[in-house]
T-cell receptor
């Protein structure tokens, strides 16, 4: 089955540690996105990539980094510089000829 | 800047009809999306409007007026499983570009 996978579903880290969230898709989509969701808030864009080896900052990129070495993969690193990293992180993708953005199941990150 | 407004919460009765409104002011317009999101889960796509008018898909319909910067999602024959958050989103730019999301409307369906 085609789709987007994110792992793990729940992640716990100590403050001061970097952590990398995985996002893989087998939909052959060019564009991939990372959003963050906090309680009572909508989805806010962290980074997006329209093509391999290229990515752009979103509205809240500070404290995050990404890479896009392969079309299928778009990992997000939450660095220790991110002041409030505890959130629900959603990865999405869409194809060149499709208007719909497909979402992965999300990773809930808790930093204490 | 980009701004998308929708009510924070709504309550409706099982079997009834509910309309969730969304107004937007964005730098451009290349489509409006509605997503459903159950608690703790990822959003799932409901509808897409790029031209004015009503799009119907089963119990769900979505309306768009570009001149007014306005859309609504209409849910008919409400079921308990429709209790969820409904997210309105706009794609301001063309191509594979990000969506801008509203904060979502939490709908509670009661018996």
């Amino acid at each position: 089955d085609g789709g987007i996978t994110q792992s793990p579903k729940y992640l716990f880290r100590k403050e001061g540690q970097n952590v990398t969230l995985s996002c893989e898709q087998n939909l052959n989509h060019d564009a991939m996105y990372w959003y963050r969701q906090d309680p009572g808030q909508g989805l806010r864009l962290i980074y997006y990539s329209q093509i391999v080896n290229d990515f752009q900052k979103g509205d809240i990129a500070e404290g995050y980094s990404v890479s896009r070495e392969k079309k299928e993969s778009f990992p997000l690193t939450v660095t220790s510089a991110q002041k409030n990293p505890t959130a629900f992180y959603l990865c999405a993708s869409n194809g060149r000829n499709s208007y719909e953005q497909y979402f992965g199941p999300g990773t809930r990150l808790t930093v204490t | 800047g980009q701004n998308i407004d929708q009510p924070t919460e709504m309550t409706a009765t099982e079997g009834a009809i509910v309309q969730i409104n969304c107004t937007y002011q964005t730098s451009g317009f290349n489509g409006l999306f509605w997503y459903q999101q159950h608690a703790g889960e990822a959003p799932t796509f409901l509808s897409y409007n790029v031209l004015d008018g009503l799009e119907e898909k089963g119990r769900f319909s979505s309306f768009l007026s570009r001149s007014k910067g306005y859309s609504y999602l209409l849910l008919k024959e409400l079921q308990m499983k429709d209790s969820a958050s409904y997210l309105c989103a706009v794609r301001p730019n063309s191509g594979n570009t990000p969506l801008v999301f509203g904060k979502g409307t939490r709908l509670s369906v009661i018996a």
